[in-house]
């Protein structure tokens, strides 16, 4: 599943975490619960009416009242200075079109669909890092490539009916541009810390948001209301829950935690919409879990060769 904010690769995690394990898993576990109670309350949204950009504009604004009390309890408002500015703007516009393609998917297609489909993130992301960073794909991820996109076929079923054609290609699209995210983050990772990279895109994200909203920015019943203050608060709550992870476990650790989303998608889009995931999902699904995990397996691994 997408993340609100993608995290940096795993080297870049922060030097002062401290290693409680079993609490980082823990926090993981939360987010993954609070990140998909999110995006059910998208599609909730959606059917009701409220545009896909509005979501995104409360998402974010939402992402705004969090990092300035973060950032305060942390490094402080000084460490939030960049000498980058151009490249948070563009992440904040790739960011803006992967959140925007993937709250749509998530209105258009069953909540494990895509939850499941959002799993091929990392797989699409070392394809990107062959063109976009010119770093080497050996054999092995080029096999776990392969697999990841073998489950996303056994989980669309191209032809079927089962999942609209244009519900797929959305998703894929925000899997995509998710990705090359990531890539970018990895590059801003270099010099910018997690805070003041996610500070930045919250921040900056409100300007071509807040002009949206001008066109489509409409009024709604107190139940939708609900459901968008619930949509925001979901949305930090998993945020912070990634952020507290990644400071009592490294990402190898808590990473496979996200995995858990598919289980919570299952129940909610069950309880909800009494919408069960068809067998072939639970098919493709390991296909694409597994892929994904052998290729942060790999990285983890060929990062801690490469420092000795």
């Given at each position: ?143 776990a490539i392969a697999i990841g996109l073998t489950g996303v076929l056994v989980v669309i079923q191209p032809g079927d009916g089962h999942i609209p054609p244009t519900g797929a290609l959305v998703a ?120 994904g995990l052998y290729i942060a397996w790999r990285e983890n691994r060929l990062a801690r060769l490469r420092?000795?």
């Open positions: 599943m997408a993340l609100p904010d993608p995290l940096p690769a795993p080297e870049s995690a922060p030097a002062a975490s401290i290693n409680r394990p079993l609490y980082g898993i823990a926090a993981r576990l939360f987010s993954a619960i609070f990140l998909t109670a999110m995006f059910a309350c998208v599609k909730l949204a959606s059917a009701r009416g409220v545009h896909v950009l509005e979501s995104v504009f409360y998402r974010q604004l939402m992402g705004v009242l969090l990092m300035v009390p973060v950032a305060l309890a942390g490094p402080g408002l000084a460490a939030l200075k960049t000498q980058r500015p151009w490249t948070h703007a563009s992440r904040m516009v790739v960011g803006m079109v992967a959140m925007t393609l993937n709250f749509l998917s998530f209105a258009l297609l069953p909540i494990a669909e895509a939850t499941a489909i959002g799993f091929m993130v990392p797989v699409v992301a070392t394809l990107l890092s062959i063109f976009l960073l010119r770093e080497s794909v050996g054999v092995h991820r080029w096999g894929m699209c925000g899997v995509a541009m998710t990705a090359w995210v990531s890539i970018l983050i990895r590059k801003l990772g270099a010099t910018e810390s997690p805070v003041t990279t996610m500070f930045w895109f919250s921040v900056s994200s409100m300007v071509p948001l807040g002009i949206a909203m001008l066109f489509v920015g409409q009024a709604h019943d107190a139940q939708t209301w609900g459901i968008i203050a619930l949509m925001g608060l979901f949305g930090a709550a998993a945020q912070l829950g990634i952020t507290w992870s990644l400071r009592l476990a490294p990402v190898s650790v808590v990473l496979p935690m996200d995995y858990s989303s598919l289980i919570w998608a299952a129940l909610i889009g069950w309880l909800i919409w009494q919408n069960w995931p068809v067998p072939a999902t639970w098919i493709g699904a390991p296909l694409i879990i597994g892929s420092k000795g």
